[in-house]
């Protein structure tokens, strides 16, 4: 049975106002995120409902049309041949600097943790885990270091610290001990001579030796850390709980099923003749609104597609014909209930060869992609997922659960990442991999 998520059960309960959409961030987070009921019990008692769709959603409204960037706008008309490169160059360079992803200027409010300003709080006979945040910005990556680290300190009876300035608290209000940047720096420098570091990116290594000098309590340990093993399945209840998006990012990501649900409601109801334009809207009785959300992610960012040193590496981005494959697969299991809410760093791209015009009406839905952290708890609410290449896809597929695919000619067979990725460490045994 398809997946009902949380704000969706609300919103068809009861009416709920753009007001209390837009600004309950001060409520409680049981009340954003509400219950979920396993996916085999998603079932609504009352078909013969009102369901009342704000005329903002229809037209993919101001709150939407707030977030996008100028620059996708001022170039989303026909395009001359002869610019159509250099176009291509300004999507991808606004789709990343979009929302300012590297900065603390997103339009929701974050937590508000204790922060050690000063040593003296750091008790020694407690065993602490420090380590370089700074690898990456990309907050697949992050994610990944993170739930490692953070399952590694639980095994050793030790507390992680994480910077203040760590991009992860955009996201999520993690339990760490945050510590500034400069005490981070310090004990790294501190305690360097017995830092244990790992240079591969998605390797498990289970002989860990840590906390070998007897005369600190701080362990350094370095690295990417990308592998399941390091936290799945014996902590995979911490770190989802850790991974628990901010209540307002929830909301967003909610807003926009429904706006994809409300798009596939009307496409359907509309061709037999029962759904009319008023904003009141009535679904017959014994319609089955029970769709099945797909989450598309398509990475197609410049240290990819761009970049010949990250390629020459094994780098490599999933191609039309795999998500094509991936989406074929899930017409074929959910039939017309299945609704693709897709993700991209490139919507040009995406919207080019993903079209809408080759699928049923209403079957996808694109984000606007104004916030990574956005896209990813949209994806995480989805019932499956298509995966593309890097991390974000993982996680992505890992937070919603169910059913996932992922492009198996990454990386490229042979190159030098290949030899550094084992899969079977990497990707779920579970997932499907597809060409």
Request: aromatic letters at 12%.
């Amino acid at each position: 049975m398809a997946r009902w998520p949380s704000g969706l059960r609300r919103w068809f309960k009861a009416p709920v106002s753009s007001e209390a959409l837009d600004h309950s961030t001060n409520a409680s987070e049981s009340t954003i995120l509400g219950t979920s009921p396993s996916p085999g019990t998603r079932k609504h008692a009352n078909r013969n409902r009102h369901v009342r769709f704000r005329a903002a959603l229809r037209s993919r409204g101001a709150k939407r049309r707030r977030w996008a960037h100028p620059l996708i706008a001022v170039f989303s008309v026909a395009e001359p041949a002869s610019l159509s490169a250099h176009l291509h160059v300004v999507r991808l360079l606004s789709a990343r600097l979009r929302g300012g992803d590297v900065t603390f200027d997103q339009p929701w409010k974050i937590a508000d943790p204790h922060i050690v300003y000063d040593r003296k709080e750091l008790r020694r006979t407690q065993r602490y885990i420090v380590s370089n945040f700074t690898y990456s910005k990309g907050l697949g990556n992050l994610m990944f270091q993170y739930a490692s680290l953070r399952s590694i300190a639980t095994q050793h009876k030790a507390k992680l610290l994480i910077p203040s300035n760590s991009l992860l608290r955009r996201a999520f209000d993690l339990d760490a001990v945050v510590v500034t940047p400069q005490i981070n720096d310090q004990l790294l420098g501190e305690n360097a001579r017995f830092a244990v570091e790992f240079k591969d990116c998605c390797s498990y290594h289970s002989d860990l030796q840590l906390f070998m000098n007897p005369d600190s309590n701080v362990q350094v340990l370095q690295g990417y850390f990308q592998s399941f093993r390091y936290f799945h399945p014996h902590n995979e209840d911490l770190i989802r709980e850790q991974f628990r998006f901010l209540p307002e990012i929830s909301i967003r990501a909610e807003q926009i099923i429904q706006e994809a649900q409300f798009e596939k409601i009307n496409a359907d109801v509309n061709n037999d003749g029962f759904l009319g334009v008023d904003q009141v809207q009535v679904v017959p009785e014994g319609y089955d609104d029970n769709y099945y959300y797909v989450g598309v992610h398509v990475r197609r960012g410049m240290d990819i597609t761009w970049n010949s040193r990250n390629i020459k590496h094994g780098h490599t981005v999933a191609t039309k014909e795999y998500f094509e494959h991936a989406m074929d697969h899930f017409r074929a299991k959910h039939k017309d209930k299945v609704v693709f809410i897709v993700c991209s760093d490139d919507l040009a791209w995406t919207m080019k060869n993903i079209p809408k015009s080759s699928a049923k009406k209403g079957e996808i839905f694109f984000s606007d992609g104004a916030f990574r952290e956005v896209d990813l708890a949209l994806l995480s609410q989805c019932n499956e997922t298509i995966g593309s290449t890097g991390t974000f896809s993982w996680w992505g597929s890992y937070l919603a659960g169910g059913q996932s695919t992922y492009f198996s000619n990454w990386p490229y067979k042979g190159s030098m990442l290949d030899k550094m990725v084992d899969k079977k460490n990497y990707f779920l045994e579970e997932w499907i991999p597809m060409e």
